[in-house]
Nanobody, 114 residues
Framework: VQLQASGGGLVQAGGSLRLSCVAS????????MGWFRQAPGKERELVAV???????NYTDSAKGRFTMSRDNAKKTIDLQMNSLKPEDTAVYYC?????????WGQGTQVTVSS
């Protein structure tokens, strides 16, 4: 499986961005898919995850501002990010976790200016 992320960019605080990730290869609805981010000097952290295509969990800082959607037929996950804050600045990675292996996309930079 390969993951291709897109949609990052530079936006002012309060603005919005939409990230997209498309998977190539075979995926299953039981796979977990989600978005992580890594800010400079910090560890990679979870932003949102779709658990077995049934539940979507968000980190506290994303709740109410970010919405993740998943389309298994298109093999995509999107992350709509609203009310962006400078602390959201990071490289965002899409992720797929199967029972056998974890896959990462190449990352897309999101920069929020104050």
């Amino acid at each position: 499986v390969q993951l291709q992320a897109s949609g990052g960019g530079l936006v002012q605080a309060g603005g919005s961005l939409r990230l997209s990730c498309v998977a190539s290869g075979k995926i299953f609805k039981e796979d977990d898919m989600g978005w992580f981010r890594q800010a400079p000097g910090k560890e990679r952290e979870l932003v949102a995850v779709s658990i077995h295509s049934t539940d979507t969990n968000y980190t506290d800082s994303a709740k109410g501002r970010f919405t993740m959607s998943r389309d298994n037929a298109k093999k995509t996950i999107d992350l709509q990010m609203n009310s962006l804050k400078p602390e959201d600045t990071a490289v965002y990675y899409c992720n797929l976790r199967s029972p056998w292996k974890t896959y990462w996309g190449q990352g897309t930079q999101v920069t929020v200016s104050s």
